[in-house]
């Protein structure tokens, strides 16, 4: 591959034990992409596996030149496996897919149409799910009903992995955490158009489900995080210093009642409104305290933003024949094959 050569798609997939799912997932990926006739790359993640993943990734690699494989020094999880996958991806529109083979190659197509229509992201929906109706399909639901009310992007799925998304919406893109299935939600904070579009979801044909019930706990306090992150990440100040501002303006009401009854009135305060008192003053302690978090909250988000990021995944072998890694993307290398 060239400098000069542009491409125009790169098929991201994270693998973590799918040892079985890669040789018929790369086949379909081919196929379908083959089809387009445009040029294109693939970046296969080995995500810390333990069951011979790299080596048939590696297998691939020494026949396939459009293929890239990155290689993490442990398991770090999807969304940091997804992130280093888009931090080499070099296409135009990078499209993500599940290395489980239950997501269908064939749907990719079909995103990429509404690419051309002008939308930056198409996120895929999984109607007719494979899935444990109690166990899977009922949380996942809920969840993402919750997520779609608390972002503001309506979509019926946040967890397909199968999406394809413009490059420089991605760059806007930061994911850390567990926020693979967030990535809607923040591209539409960066000012991405997006749009869900029905897909297959196959059953498992090897291996077993990374994830189980305790995921849909780990997706709702996630959802606390975008939703702050979404809303006030860059003032923070304004989350906090409206109910801090509200309990110091009730606790001073209260206060000036108090010293009211005291001074003009004569009572006794402490016998006659004891509790009320103790209200006053915790209530003017917790806004101070509010608005303490919140000038607080300002002088870190100013500090992160204007720090260099720091990669969220470490590399321990890179198989590319790319003349050079991007910049952004040296920090988490060791060696390039």
């Known amino acids: 591959m060239t400098k000069a050569e542009t491409i125009r798609y790169s098929i991201v997939v994270p ?34 596996s333990a069951d011979g993943t790299y080596k048939v990734l590696n297998e691939i690699y020494s026949h396939d030149r459009r293929v890239h494989v990155i290689r993490l020094r442990r398991n770090f999880g999807q969304t940091a496996a997804l992130k280093a996958g888009f931090d080499y991806a070099r296409g135009d529109i990078v499209i993500s897919l599940d290395g489980d083979f239950q997501n269908d190659p064939e749907d990719i197509p079909r995103l990429l149409e509404k690419i051309q229509d002008g939308y930056d992201l198409v996120a895929g929906w999984r109607a007719d799910r494979k899935e444990p109706l109690l166990t899977r399909r009922v949380p996942s639901r809920v969840a993402n009903w919750l997520m779609a009310k608390l972002s503001g992007v309506e979509i019926h799925d946040f967890g397909c992995t199968l999406k394809a998304c413009r490059r420089e919406i991605l760059r ?74 509200a309990a110091i303006a009730v606790g001073g009401s209260i206060g000036l009642f108090l010293l009211y009854e005291k001074f003009v009135l004569g009572k006794s305060v402490m016998f006659a409104h004891g509790p009320l008192m103790l209200t006053a003053m915790l209530l003017i302690l917790s806004g101070i305290q509010l608005l303490s978090m919140g000038l607080l909250g300002e002088m870190l988000a100013r500090t992160y933003f204007e720090s260099q990021k720091k990669p969220i995944y470490s590399v321990r072998e890179r198989l590319s024949r790319r003349p050079e890694p991007a910049a952004a993307d040296v920090a988490g290398s060791e060696s390039t094959g």
């Open 15 to 48: 693998f973590f034990n799918e040892l079985e799912n890669i040789p018929p997932l790369y086949i379909k990926i081919v196929e379908v992409m083959d089809a387009l006739g445009e040029p294109y790359e693939m970046v296969f993640v080995d995500d810390g």
């Open 172 to 245: 806007e893109v930061q994911l850390y955490g567990e926020l693979h299935r967030f990535i809607p939600a923040l591209a539409s904070w960066a000012g991405a158009r997006i749009v869900e579009i029905p897909v297959r979801d196959l059953p498992r044909q090897h291996g077993r489900s990374k994830y189980g019930l305790e995921r849909t706990f780990r997706v709702l306090l996630d959802l606390l995080g975008v939703k702050f992150l979404i809303g006030y990440a860059t003032k923070p100040l304004q989350f906090f210093g409206f109910p801090g501002l």
